[in-house]
């Protein structure tokens, strides 16, 4: 992903500050692309003109990047249209939103489908998507809108109404009603907030669950499922929870097949009830029964508690009734509780807060969200494997300050729940962007560095093991745990499992108490951000060597330029062969003369030279130190260390810097480029401490001051 430094930390900056005012709420969503759905749609009406959206257009670009590309034949005969040219009379909402408006086109989104026919069953939670005061009558102006939650935001995305159709069908999703459009739009608002609609091409449940709901999702595998799952999965659906389930496929997820038994692996599934009743062949015990839907609107289980199957003659007419059961092929489906437990493989639960479902009492829980992210050669270190790297990954230190109030089986602890969530992944697939593999452990920090912010170091993690990790690293968009630890300091450590993998996410941690979770960032400081005098001891060979040179070339007014500079130290300095070094280019030279030049005429006399000679003698030395293999370069991992040993104490945000600016495309820092990122930090902290007259660690600077600064340095 190619990041600009300034460029993505002023956006981070700007985040922030929107966050501070609110922004991204529920009720204040974030204008995705900066559209605002009122202002516009107002325009429309004024105008009397429908909708076109220019971020979205009706072009192939929106369809997607390859198979539904510019080369692909499948798009050739597609044509966009409003509801209007598909049919008489559209609707945006027929008779109530349903699960029934849900039915898969030839699009492999079957996991955001069975997402909306869950979000169909809490009319609170789908309004809250869906904004109920739009219509085809009203105020018509071809304009939608409708809202997510966005890793952390809630966002508000506005769309035209012009849908892709081929012979005057719905190419992609479709109602059951030939004339209600509610589910189609919403489809393509989903696919513009990813960049297409081939963008939504293959996914986890979990996934769109979350981005319906700002949730917290929980997997089972129905084969390890707990004894009481079936009551988890009733006090889910009761608490609002949205639940989705499906059959592993040995082969990739693409190829969905069907079994004898109707149903298909590699596909997702909604469950849209649970239920109990009373059969006539069950006279001492109610059978536990689960109704599931299919996305496709058809292909339907055929077992036992099919949809004609013998066992409905079992039931009274009333029960009947309570449990809705008609025959259609429609999608929908029940079976039995244990046919769902030998057929399924994994049950995926999005909680809207992280409520145990194995006990009655519903907590109040508190969050933390930390953006985060992994900057090849600097903060993606990898997973515990590779312990060179991983200690430089992101860090969160997390307090537990406060015990449940009712623990399980009477141990003490604090319970709280870890969401690992890796970030855009899906909409710079056409990049060639794939989910990484991804996880994170948890290590307990010693008594003695409580209150410590310092970022944990490589031995630390040598020789500390974990006190809890996720169960496994894996290639989903969001790895989440639950864990009960007693009160105390944590780190949490979320990583990718291979290192130099670069990308953004977010870090959700969930407590039934109070907590309090933020990224460890080192105090930003130097040791000798002022120059030291010269020693006023013995000169050494060396020393006069270079007085000796100075003298030679700097002539009779005993100052340098850049250029002569540039001769002066590459005579000596090529001559030390470990450092396998070409010598200084003319850029670095004017850097240093501004670092030293005390008088501001742009040349150095010769105690400034002295200076400056010191400074890299002590340099030249770190770099030797981390140069061990004489390579001439010093690893961008190495930088962190080799910095912190000059005197500088940095954060995250600042390696990151360093590395994008100064590190070869191998992720190395030559002599020439690590003397030149260290002349750099002394200088602008000196200048720092020069404006910062009262010490309070700010500055105000006019915008003359600001690029005489910068220029010159």
């Not at 339907?300 to 013998?310: A, C, I, T, Y």
């Not at 829980?365 to 997973?383: F, L, P, Q």
Request: a negative charge; hydrophobic letters at 35%; charged letters at 30%.
């Amino acid at each position: 992903m190619p990041y600009t430094p300034s460029g993505f930390f002023c956006d981070r900056l700007i985040r922030e500050r929107e966050r501070r005012d609110g922004e991204g709420s529920l009720n204040k969503p974030v204008r995705f692309n900066g559209q605002d759905y009122n202002a516009l749609r107002q325009e429309c009406l004024q105008r009397k003109s429908l909708f076109e959206d220019e971020s979205f257009p009706a072009t192939v670009e929106s369809l997607g990047f390859k198979e539904l590309g510019h080369k692909s034949n499948k798009v050739k005969n597609i044509v966009w249209k409003r509801p209007k040219e598909i049919c008489e009379n559209p609707q945006f909402i027929v008779g109530g939103a349903s699960r029934t408006d849900i039915c898969q086109g030839d699009l492999g989104d079957c996991w955001l489908l069975a997402a909306i026919a869950c979000l169909t069953l809490n009319e609170k939670l789908l309004y809250r998507v869906v904004p109920q005061e739009q219509s085809y009558s009203e105020g018509y102006g071809g304009i939608f809108h409708f809202q997510f939650w966005r890793y952390g935001d809630w966002v508000d995305v506005v769309i035209d109404d012009r849908i892709p159709t081929f012979n005057n069908q719905l190419v992609f999703t479709k109602s059951a009603e030939r004339n209600e459009f509610w589910s189609a739009l919403l489809e393509k608002a989903y696919a513009k907030l990813h960049g297409s609609y081939e963008a939504l091409k293959g996914g986890n449940t979990t996934e769109a669950m979350e981005d319906f709901t700002g949730g917290v999702t929980e997997f089972y595998e129905l084969k390890e499922a707990p004894k009481e799952l079936y009551k988890i999965m009733k006090k889910a659906l009761e608490r609002g929870s949205l639940m989705g389930c499906s059959i592993d496929s040995l082969v990739p997820a693409r190829f969905e097949t069907r079994t004898v038994t109707g149903l298909v692996k590699g596909h997702a599934y909604s469950v849209t009830a649970v239920e109990e009743c009373k059969s006539s062949q069950h006279k001492d015990s109610k059978v536990r029964l689960v109704r599931l839907r299919n996305p496709w609107g058809q292909v339907e289980w055929n077992g036992p508690w099919s949809d004609n199957s013998k066992e409905w003659t079992t039931l009274s007419k009333t029960e009947k009734e309570k449990l809705q059961h008609q025959s259609a092929e429609d999608g929908e489906f029940w079976m039995s509780f244990e046919d769902f437990k030998k057929n399924y493989t994994k049950i995926e639960i999005c909680n809207l807060t992280p409520d145990a479902l194995e006990d009655d009492k519903i907590h109040k829980w508190t969050v933390s969200v930390n953006e985060g992210r992994w900057v090849r050669g600097c903060s993606a270190g990898g997973c515990r494997n590779y312990p060179d790297t991983f200690w430089t990954n992101p860090q969160y230190r997390l307090r537990l300050l406060e015990e449940d109030d009712d623990p399980e089986d009477n141990e003490v602890g604090c319970t709280f729940v870890v969401a690992l969530m890796q970030k855009n992944r899906r909409k710079e697939r056409k990049m060639g962007a794939n989910l990484f593999t991804i996880g994170f452990a948890i290590y307990e920090v010693p008594k003695e560095m409580h209150g410590n912010k310092q970022h944990m170091q490589k031995d630390f993690f040598l020789f500390s093991s974990s006190k809890a990790r996720c169960k496994s690293y894996i290639n989903l968009r969001e790895v989440t745990q639950r864990f009960r630890l007693s009160p105390g300091e944590y780190v949490i450590v979320p990583s990718t499992y291979e290192p130099h993998q670069e990308g953004e996410f977010i870090l959700r941690v969930f407590s039934e108490k109070r907590n309090t979770s933020e990224e460890i960032e080192n105090r930003i400081e130097a040791d000798h951000p002022v120059p030291a005098p010269a020693s006023a001891g013995e000169e050494s060979e060396e020393d006069q060597q270079f007085r000796t040179i100075f003298q030679e070339i700097a002539g009779d007014d005993m100052e340098i330029t850049a250029n002569e500079l540039k001769n002066v130290l590459n005579r000596v300095i090529t001559k030390h062969k470990d450092l396998n070094t070409e010598g200084f280019s003319l850029e670095s030279c004017r850097s240093m003369i501004a670092l030293m030049d005390m008088d501001g005429t742009g040349r150095l006399n010769l105690q400034e030279f002295r200076h400056l000679w010191n400074k890299i003698k002590q340099w030249q030395g770190i770099f030797k130190h981390y140069n061990a293999d004489q390579s001439g370069s010093i690893n961008s991992y190495e930088m962190r260390n080799a910095v912190n040993d000059a005197g500088f104490r940095l954060n995250n945000q600042l390696y990151d810097i360093i590395t994008m600016r100064y590190a070869n495309e191998n992720m190395n820092i030559d002599f020439d480029s690590f003397i030149s990122c260290l002349v750099r930090l002394e200088a602008m902290f000196r200048a720092f401490q020069a404006f910062d007259q009262d010490g309070d660690g700010t500055i105000r600077l006019s915008v003359l001051e600001w690029l005489q600064l910068t220029m010159y340095a």
